[in-house]
């Protein structure tokens, strides 16, 4: 039997249609497409952190529960008393652990939204339901009233703020979601550094609501740590589907290092947000471009009509990468994300794209 057949035969024909998460190689160029945080830590403070790691036990399996990290994010993350946690690697993981332990139901998002979502649920064969954002990019309440009734989702992802939009969905919304969910609610805080707003210190006001956060995007992205909050109860049954010693030593030592000295991190997410000021009043001076408000690290602008692509290529050309969203989503068209990045290569980002629009408009 060849490859290919015994693939056909094997492999499930929702995977073989589907396209592996792609990531874009940024070879030499600005990386402005994934988010990051472009700051390191001070010289003594690295070498403070590599003086650490010298104790890492690295022929031993790493703690299944690191009891003094978890004790550490309750307390620098403002977690509840009462409220449980679980680490994930990166909240990719946490996804599909929460989609593994459901024994049926839909999994429900509005869209656009984080594509993990929806690619988690085509992994673990579970249905995908959605309801599309308004003009705005706001949630279509009566709609997803309607769908929630309908489907009786099992789990309903809310990201707050949303990628890749930006913008934080309007409480009273979120509220009535609550309400009307038989199934679990999960807010999606990735981006809460740079956001207003949090529903971390009432996520036990609900029997039904989780709060999921990753330390990937205040400058910790190499590490792949997230965690969920929850009652202890929901956590329990999610850490049953978990893999033993999921989260490597250098990891939990790193995450653990880093957040003692939290301060650091939270002053380059307050940099950043002065920066996504900045670079939002710059764009929205550009001819034809809409700047989309938003709470996280990254903005979303809609261009020229066919515009996208253009820009995209030109910039790669002049050494910038960003992402082109146009064609992902109907709603999408026409429109770039770009993370905000320090004052250097703000600088140089608009550089490029002043150059790259001279090329184009003429």
């Not at 600005?30 to 690295?46: C, F, G, H, Q, S």
């Not at 332990?101 to 656009?112: F, L």
């Not at 109907?330 to 794209?353: G, H, K, W, Y």
């Not at 629009?357 to 003429?362: D, K, M, N, S």
Request: proline share 6%.
């Amino acid at each position: 039997m060849s490859v290919q057949s015994m693939i056909e035969r094997w492999v499930r024909p929702e995977i073989r249609a589907l396209k592996a998460y792609h990531v874009a190689d940024p070879g030499k160029m600005i990386k402005l497409d994934a988010m990051e945080n472009p700051y390191t830590w001070p010289e003594a403070v690295r070498n403070e952190w590599l003086s650490c790691l010298e104790a890492a036990q690295i022929n031993r399996y790493p703690s299944p529960r690191p009891e003094t990290l978890i004790d550490l994010i309750k307390s620098e993350m403002n977690v509840p008393d009462g409220a449980d946690i679980i680490l994930g690697n990166g909240s990719d993981e946490l996804i599909q652990l929460m989609m593994l332990s459901m024994q049926g139901g839909a999994v429900m998002a509005p869209t656009p939204t984080f594509v993990m979502y929806e690619m988690t649920a085509k992994f673990v064969d579970m249905p995908f339901v959605s309801v599309p954002l308004t003009a705005d990019f706001d949630i279509d309440l009566e709609a997803t009233l309607a769908l929630i009734e309908s489907e009786q989702p099992a789990l309903i992802f809310l990201a707050y703020p949303n990628n890749p939009t930006g913008n934080l969905f309007k409480r009273d919304d979120i509220e009535a979601i609550i309400e009307a969910a038989d199934g679990w609610v999960i807010i999606d805080e990735a981006y809460y550094a740079f956001s207003e707003d949090s529903y971390i210190e009432r996520v036990l006001n609900y029997d039904n609501v989780m709060v999921m956060r990753t330390v990937s995007k205040v400058g910790l992205a190499g590490l792949r740590l997230g965690f969920l909050v929850g009652s202890p109860e929901i956590i329990e049954e999610i850490n049953k589907v978990r893999m033993p010693y999921n989260i490597n030593v250098l990891t939990q030592m790193s995450v653990q290092f880093a957040l003692e000295h939290h301060d650091i991190l939270q002053a380059q997410a307050a940099e950043l947000c002065e920066q996504r000021t900045s670079l939002m009043d710059e764009l929205a001076q550009i001819d034809g471009f809409q700047v989309y408000p938003t709470q996280a690290n990254f903005i979303l602008v809609r261009v020229g009509e066919g515009e996208a692509l253009p820009i995209f290529e030109g910039l790669k050309t002049r050494g910038v990468l960003i992402k082109n969203l146009s064609g992902h989503d109907p709603a999408l068209q026409d429109c770039l994300r770009i993370t905000v990045s320090t004052p250097e290569e703000n600088a140089q980002f608009m550089q490029a794209l002043n150059a790259t629009l001279e090329v184009i408009r003429g």
